[in-house]
């Protein structure tokens, strides 16, 4: 209809109240047509008021439509009680006061009101603080005083006997301070609302409603008021705000995603005050020392003022008690912070520097957790952490305190408990991880390092207890992780050198420090080389020649196997290349690959582009990668298949140690199954290692699989292989890793001599 009908509305609302003035003016000596205009103009403003609100009904969000469904009834209310006096005082040519329409305007106050409390209550939630309750409360009494002192109790004083005119004239000034409350309130949650200007509107127009009551109850008292007086076409003003209100809804209502905005309008705060200091004012120019309405409504409103400050002062420091609570908790698991353990930190070594208690420091670190997080994605780490920290807590003395001070860092501060009690909690939380996290569909193993320090007798200072702790839990890792520490003033040596380790692998590439020694694999019928596992060495410039066992994890944890990775591939494949080139016999060389190499989503591209480069073909290339790789089965999957369908040979390094069950043998296209050196190692002697040996033979012979069994060291072993048709062996006992001039030796001959001293 209007492409802005608010902006038209307004035009509308100033017309309108221009020609209720000058009717009002220019009849002002006109009794009938002064009262025809009177009563005909509330009728037009009422009406049109009820449609815009009845708009903003049937246009409003659903949420919203109660609310506006009560004002319209209000307004409505308010038009028939202008309707019913218009037909007593007009039609009828009675007095219309008291009356129906009383009656009528009356309940469209308490409609108002409903609608304000609903609001209210629609609001509450993201009302943060009750405070407003009391500023409200303070501006109320100020304002009940003022109506009493002022305006009710004249009235009451005034009347000798109780007609239902005197008792609905006592009525409008009671209901303008409720009508006070609703327009306060609006004020109020306009603040928190979205529906701000809507809100602010209706404050406007409640506002406007009580100061046209006030002054005809005052024109009352003083027996000058009259129909068509200046003051009437005020209320129609009010109830067009209202329904401006309403149109503001329609425009606005559907642009608007949420409801509960918080910037409390200062002006606001203040407001209160003011009211009291107004109050003030008059009870002192009342001069009445002695006590009445206005001292004792003062009196009232300074007991408010105290409890609105004692509410205020409490609720600030709860707001500071939860910040910091905030402050000190990690959100992934719900323990103490690093920040808190700091502060504990520094607080316990005050307190413990009095009275000379003792406590244990237990840093835990979780093995592999990288592994999890590189593989499984981030969620599954965070549950998984989440569900570690509650077994932290089922195992940890109430007194005790737990942080998560890093990534899959967490420290205990134990008290008053000895060395050994120390190392008894982490065992006992070592035992508690025995079994699998259960965590989406899967089952995720995962073991911790415990490093412990003690104060005193490990350090005095918060850095220096750290430290140690955490010499002492990398110290757990090295021997063979799942492991508890105690730190001791050795491990430190062991520290610096895993320090200098870690620093020097960063230039060890660029410096030429790497080799690579071969294995040879054998065809245990034969005795022919079939391949050779080419295997890794650091020539340290201090330690000398360092092993794999040492470097590899480190290099993994700093991500440096990637480029190591990838060097040891190109050199074993050149190498190989040049083995064939010199018309050696063909073998195939084994690379190691590690997990975080091979689920590189550009892995496959290295590998095809070595191969190419080198000229070696696929088929004289295998990768041997360990059950870690099963963390993320299907993008493992994906992998090995297309490099098997490059032609390239995938072996299943240390069978038997990981974490897979059986199935994975189905899932995983590979081709060979290396048996970890554990099971060969008491071959001869246990009856346990001979029947999984024979039983990985057995099961990768009707799956097709080839079976190399590693570190054969005796006759003995080979002899125990042969018996179960090993086809394939590795170990000291044919020969150790060796340069690749050495190899090429053995290659001419072709055929290994077997023994400990060939
Ligand atoms: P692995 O792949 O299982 O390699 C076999 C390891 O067993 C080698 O240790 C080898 O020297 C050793 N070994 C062979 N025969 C015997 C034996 O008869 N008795 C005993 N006790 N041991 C034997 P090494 O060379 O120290 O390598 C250790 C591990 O380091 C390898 O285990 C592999 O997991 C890793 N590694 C080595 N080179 C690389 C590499 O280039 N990249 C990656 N990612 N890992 C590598
Ligand atoms: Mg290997
Ligand atoms: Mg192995």
């Given at each position: 209809m209007f492409t802005h009908p608010r902006h038209t509305a307004i035009k509308f609302i100033l017309i309108y109240t221009l020609l209720f003035y000058a009717w009002v003016i220019l009849f002002q000596n006109n009794l009938s047509l002064r009262l025809w205009g009177a009563n005909m103009f509330p009728l037009i403003g009422g009406s049109v008021s009820s449609l815009w609100l009845f708009q903003a009904y049937r246009h409003s969000q659903p949420h919203h439509k109660r609310f506006w469904l009560l004002l319209c009834i209000g307004v409505f209310l308010y038009f028939t009680a202008n309707l019913l006096w218009f037909i007593i005082q007009i039609l009828l040519d009675r007095n219309p006061f008291p009356g129906p329409a009383d009656f009528f305007w009356i309940a469209s106050y308490f409609i108002f009101l409903t609608a304000v409390l609903h609001k209210w209550i629609t609001l509450r939630r993201v009302i943060s603080s009750r405070a407003y309750a009391y500023n409200i409360l303070i501006f109320m009494t100020v304002a009940t005083t003022l109506s009493t002192y002022y305006l009710i109790w004249p009235l009451i004083v005034q009347t000798e006997d109780y007609t239902a005119a005197t008792v609905i004239s006592i009525a409008y000034p009671v209901l303008d301070i409720i009508m006070l409350f609703a327009a306060l309130n609006m004020y109020y949650l306009a603040q928190y609302s979205d529906q701000r200007k809507v809100l602010l509107l209706l404050s406007a127009g409640f506002t406007l409603q009580i100061i046209a009551d006030t002054v005809h109850m005052s024109l009352n008292l003083t027996g000058t008021y009259e129909s068509?007086?200046?003051?009437?076409p005020l209320w129609q003003v009010c109830l067009l705000l209202c329904g401006l209100a309403g149109l503001y809804e329609v425009e606005e209502g559907k642009a608007r995603t949420n409801e509960g905005i918080n910037n409390l309008n200062p002006f606001y705060i203040g407001f209160p005050y003011l009211s009291v200091i107004v109050l003030f004012l008059l009870v002192i120019k009342s001069s009445h020392i002695t006590f009445n309405i206005l001292s004792a409504g003062f009196g009232l409103v300074l007991l408010l003022t105290l409890l609105r400050q004692i509410y205020i002062t409490v609720e600030n420091t709860n707001l500071i008690k939860e910040y910091r609570q905030l402050a000190y908790k990690d959100s992934v698991t719900g323990l103490y912070n690093r920040t808190k353990f700091h502060k504990d930190l520094c607080d316990f070594l005050a307190r413990s520097g009095d009275n000379q208690t003792t406590f244990g420091m237990m840093l835990i670190d979780l093995d592999r957790f990288k592994n999890i997080n590189d593989t499984m994605g981030h969620p599954v780490g965070d549950q998984l952490l989440a569900a570690f920290a509650h077994i932290l807590r089922k195992i940890v003395p109430q007194d005790d305190y737990i942080y998560r001070i890093g990534g899959d860092e967490f420290v205990i501060i134990v008290q008053d408990l000895t060395a050994s009690d120390c190392v008894e909690l982490a065992e006992a939380l070592i035992q508690n991880m025995a079994a699998p996290f259960k965590i989406q569909e899967s089952e995720i193993i995962i073991s911790p390092s415990i490093g412990i320090s003690l104060y005193p007798d490990n350090g005095s200072q918060p850095d220096d207890l750290l430290k140690n702790a955490d010499t002492a839990m990398y110290h757990a890792k090295e021997t063979g992780k799942n492991n508890v520490k105690l730190y001791s003033p050795e491990l430190n040596e062991k520290a610096s050198r895993r320090m200098n380790l870690e620093h020097g692998l960063r230039k060890a590439l660029e410096n030429n420090e790497f080799t690579v020694l071969y294995q040879p694999k054998v065809n245990l019928k034969t005795n022919e080389i079939v391949g050779v596992e080419a295997l890794l060495r650091w020539n340290h410039p201090q330690y000398g020649i360092i092993s794999p066992m040492q470097f590899i994890p480190l290099a993994e944890e700093t991500g440096q196997i990637v480029p190591i990775g990838e060097w040891v591939l190109r050199k074993a494949c050149l190498q190989n290349k040049l083995w064939q080139d010199k018309g050696l016999p063909k073998v195939h060389v084994s690379v190691n690959v590690s997990v975080r190499q091979f689920q590189r989503s550009f892995f496959v591209g290295t590998v095809r582009e070595v191969l190419q480069t080198t000229g070696l073909s696929p088929q004289d290339l295998d990768l041997e990668v360990t059950e870690n790789v099963l963390h993320d089965t299907t993008t493992s999957v994906s992998i090995i298949t297309e490099l098997r369908a490059m032609g390239v040979g995938i072996s299943l390094d240390d069978f038997g140690t990981g974490y897979s069950s059986l199935h994975v043998l189905r899932a995983l296209p590979v081709n060979t199954i290396k048996i970890d050196k554990s099971f060969i190692v008491d071959i001869t002697a246990s009856k346990a290692s001979q029947s999984i040996v024979r039983a990985i033979i057995e099961m990768c012979n009707h799956l097709k699989l080839s079976v190399v069994a590693e570190g054969i060291e005796d006759a003995g072993q080979l002899q125990q292989l042969r018996q179960y048709d090993c086809t394939v062996g590795q170990g000291y006992y044919f020969k150790k890793p060796m340069s690749a001039d050495a190899i090429e030796k053995l290659l001419r001959n072709g055929i290994l001599t077997e023994g400990i001293n060939n």
């Open positions: 068509g007086h200046f003051i009437d």
